[in-house]
């Protein structure tokens, strides 16, 4: 059993000391190889101390082998290009922009990139000794073997830190609140959408922590994401009903409708429980086959009704249609991330499941291509943290500094997305860097050239500092890592008390570095980048609401209209993810982000909807003139009202609507054209294209009322992290 009363930091603490203690004593003392024993360390410490492996004790063995060969090619490319100071700090551009871009792939490279630069920072300083390069890597295999092995033990003794709650089990506790929100919009209670705004909340992948975000590019995380955005659908068609005028039991309202409304509505319900026990077990629920019946005998009822219907009660049944096909889709994309392999026959590169067919090495190489341009937040860290690296590799070498190892390391750690970021981590590096190098300098300077000394003492300042770092702050962390550093150095190397002030040194080079990064190369961080990419979001939802309509109304369109909607959330969300991890020290107001996040996910969810509903359907025959006119109209509105709002975004000051303006919600249903003339000529044409253009009507005007919040949503000064 889990040790709750042992902190994950004094875990964390044991772990290093262990593992870096007994690889570096026993080669470097009891073999007396120093290079030996000085690689072990390192390859103990970064993977302990700057790396983020989640999952249990067996998972974590198996990242921890695989980095094996990865720290191999990084020591040997790191010795080898050593030769030079410019082939090393060309290697280092090189090794650092990689091993940043990996972030791309999800939380499990981001996490260990420190490390893997780390490896190759080690031996990419002089003394050039390529001869040196078995030892070297010998007592790196020997070091991160040894992390493996104490980990294990410490998981067998029970000091195990608490498993972190898995993000489907978020997501399934948000579908049983929307399940539950959905039932009592249509038997009447409580009102439990707040309940069900908190737990969608929790699962909103920008608060959760990184390592648990499912973020990477596999089959199953786009799944996971995917069903998100379908529960929440159902969630905002529901809100959608009570927004209604006149409360819940408005004709409009969730209870107002006809009883096959409200029987949907609870078939609704009834469908997402199995998808919220699945997430939360790991158990593919079964197909939504009931929920799917129940769709075709409404939509007949529907059609039945259709001739003379108020456009009132058109919306309405297009709204609780829509949100019984947002959890037909939860249903699907859950079994997909659950691991059902029969749930991807079928799966089209142009639909909405393209990702649960193509092989994984496509998957990722997708991710990459998407993040290969300059609007990616992805592709401008990498970018900096590489050129900050190689511009530290010159200047080592041009300023000949005997250490310049730390140098790198000081910039690789304290360097953030943002230059506001990386001063504020600058300050209690340096505060303690300067209390560490004192501290050290006076033992030096006392004890002398006496290795036991320090040899004793090295455990018992990682223990301690190590355990209480977390409590103290930054500031105690480096003085802790500075002390041990030298401490460390003292037993392979002459003892000198300059040993503190050179690391002193070299991390305020090394920091300084890091801002002049920062201040050159994209220094706002996600907060310049998130108005380009929500507004492009925005912009292409735009696009491909008109695309969907052209589908729809039997006009030549892409295949896929709504592909580069795709491309810009990947964008939109990787600039907001990092938006939320920055310290945000702004006095400005921010717009409404997440609003116009939810606006181009309706944009684009909703499209898919539709075209999973009518798209093969409509065959050769299209809509009657009239309404594909009308159609069309509409969609252009909508267009034309997401491009404007984009554009406000865009800017670096954007407006604010004029104060007395009228309210902007527009297409209000009994002004609808379009919902008049498909009761009033519903005799006369097709019933399944009549009820294409309701729905149609229903998904355009609910994109309108979405972007219409953006500009009532008040704009927020966010609070200092």
Not at 149 to 159: C, E, M, N, P
């Amino acid at each position: 059993m889990a040790r709750a009363d042992i902190p994950p930091a004094a875990r964390r603490a044991v772990w290093a000391t262990l593992a870096g203690c007994a690889g570096f004593y026993g080669f470097a003392h009891a073999l007396g190889d120093r290079i030996l024993g000085l690689y072990a360390i390192f390859g103990v410490l970064p993977l302990v101390l700057f790396s983020q492996i989640p999952g249990p004790a067996r998972h974590r063995t198996r990242v921890l082998l695989a980095m094996v060969p990865v720290g191999w090619v990084m020591v040997t490319a790191g010795t080898l290009l050593a030769v030079r100071g410019w082939a090393a700090a060309a290697g280092m551009f090189v090794v650092g922009f990689l091993v940043a871009f990996a972030a791309t792939a999800g939380p499990g490279p981001a996490g260990l990139s420190v490390a893997c630069q780390l490896f190759y920072v080690l031996p990419c300083f002089p003394p050039y000794a390529p001869e040196t390069l078995g030892s070297r890597l010998a007592g790196l295999t020997a070091g991160i073997l040894l992390t493996a092995a104490v980990d294990r033990l410490l998981d067998r003794l029970g000091w195990r830190e608490p498993p972190p709650v898995p993000y489907r089990v978020r997501l399934g506790r948000a579908a049983a609140a929307v399940a539950d929100s959905c039932a009592t919009a249509a038997r009447g209670g409580e009102d439990l959408r707040p309940a069900a705004d908190r737990a969608l909340e929790g699962a909103r992948p920008s608060l959760i922590p990184p390592a648990e975000r499912p973020t990477s590019p596999s089959a199953r995380d786009r799944a996971l994401n995917h069903t998100r955005a379908c529960v929440r659908h159902v969630h905002d068609q529901l809100d959608r009903l009570y927004r209604a005028p006149g409360g819940p039991d408005h004709p409009c309202g969730p209870r107002g409708g006809e009883p096959a409304a409200t029987a949907l509505l609870e078939h609704t319900a009834t469908a997402l429980r199995p998808v919220a026990d699945g997430l939360t077990g790991g158990i593919p629920p079964p197909d939504a086959d009931e929920l799917r019946r129940a769709v075709a005998a409404f939509d007949a009822i529907r059609a039945d009704e259709l001739p003379g219907a108020p456009p009132e009660r058109l919306r309405h049944d297009a709204v609780v249609r829509s949100a019984a096909e947002g959890a037909r889709l939860a249903t699907r994309t859950s079994r997909i991330a659950l691991g059902a392999r029969s749930t991807t026959a079928g799966a089209e590169r142009d639909g909405p499941f393209w990702y649960a067919a193509v092989p994984a090495p496509e998957l990722w190489w997708h991710r990459m291509r998407v993040h290969l341009t300059l609007r990616s937040v992805h592709l401008q860290n990498a970018l900096r943290v590489a050129t900050a690296m190689a511009g530290a590799r010159l200047l080592v070498g041009a300023l000949d500094l005997s250490h310049g190892f730390w140098v790198l390391l000081a910039t690789l750690s304290l360097m953030r997305t943002s230059a506001a970021d990386t001063r504020t981590a600058l300050r209690p590096a340096v505060t303690g860097t300067t209390a560490g190098a004192v501290l050290a300098a006076l033992a030096l300077r006392v004890v002398g050239d006496v290795p036991l000394f320090y040899a004793a003492v090295l455990p018992i300042v990682l223990l301690v500092g190590l355990t209480a770092a977390p409590l103290l702050g930054p500031a105690w962390g480096q003085a802790t890592f500075t002390v041990a550093i030298v401490l460390m150095f003292a037993q392979i190397s002459t003892p000198q008390w300059q040993l503190s002030a050179a690391r002193l040194v070299d991390v305020l080079v090394g920091g300084a570095i890091g801002v002049l990064a920062s201040l050159l190369a994209w220094p706002r961080g996600a907060g310049g980048e998130l108005r380009c990419a929500v507004a492009d979001f925005l912009a292409a939802g735009a696009v491909g609401c008109r695309g969907v309509t052209d589908l729809l109304c039997g006009r030549p369109a892409p295949a896929d209209p709504l592909r580069p909607v795709r491309v810009a959330m990947l964008l939109a969300e990787a600039s907001y993810c990092q938006h939320q991890s920055e310290r945000l020290l702004r006095r400005t107001a921010d717009p409404p982000w997440w609003i116009a996040m939810l606006a181009g996910y309706h944009m684009l969810r909703g499209g898919e909807l539709m075209l999973l509903r009518h798209g093969a359907a409509l065959g050769d025959t299209p809509l009657a003139p009239d309404a594909a006119a009308e159609l069309t109209l509409l969609a252009d509105r909508v267009a034309a009202d997401a491009l404007r709002t984009a554009e406000a975004l865009r800017a670096p000051a954007p407006s604010r609507p004029a104060t007395g303006a009228p309210d902007p919600v527009p297409h209000p249903a009994a002004a609808s054209g379009l919902l008049r003339s498909a009761a009033l000529h519903a005799g006369d044409v097709d019933a399944a294209r009549v009820l294409l253009t309701v729905d149609a009507e229903a998904w355009l005007t609910g994109v309108a009322e979405d972007i219409a919040r953006i500009a009532r949503t008040p704009y927020a000064v966010p609070a200092a992290a």
